[in-house]
């Protein structure tokens, strides 16, 4: 089931992956969707498998659709064709059409590929967003880990990863959700790659703000 939150719509579709519907169409890291609305945006926030696939971009292309994207994820997005492709690093802001996208730093501090090596460096170019639309803003922190940055974060909303491996762990998103204290949180970043539902009741037991729970949109 969807979530409303002042008007603005929000559904997870999986993962990673949202909609977010107000007077315009958004999403977000779109994977192993089922075709659907048409998107207006779409936003990326790194190149992964599991964040950034040519394929499902495609099904909810149309002609005028703006791709937002991190970086690293511009050359693989030259095939594809939208109205317009705007690369992002943490510190952008730019406004599509009355959607404001500011992107953050998203990285791992503790989760280890090898040896003091970890899956997502500062570096690599990985975003979170904010995206303020109809007058709500909405935090997806992307693939990071609980990092000193999210203290100058303040939204009304906040998507949240929780499945830990690659992302924060259940505890770890809680801690984040304390200092950002969004009107409500919802956990994402499971039930697909890694992670379960358990972990996002776990968050919601452990994190102090309102917590809700998104079913998967078919």
Known sequence: MPYDFKGVRIEWLGHASFRITADKTIYIDPYQIESGRPADIIIITHDHFDHFNLDDIRKILKPDTVIVAAEHCISQLREIKAGRIEPIKPGSKINVSGVEVTAVPAYNVNKFKEPGVVFHTRQY?????????????????????????????????????????????AEEAAKAADVVKPAVAIPMHYGGIVGTLEDAQKFKRLSKCETVILEKER
Do not use: Q, W
């Open 125 to 169: 170019g990985g975003v979170g967003v904010i995206v303020k639309v109809a007058g709500v803003s909405i935090y997806h922190a992307g693939d990071t880990d609980f990092i000193e940055e999210m203290r100058d974060i303040k939204v009304d909303v906040a998507l949240l990863p929780v499945s830990g491996t690659y992302v924060m762990t």
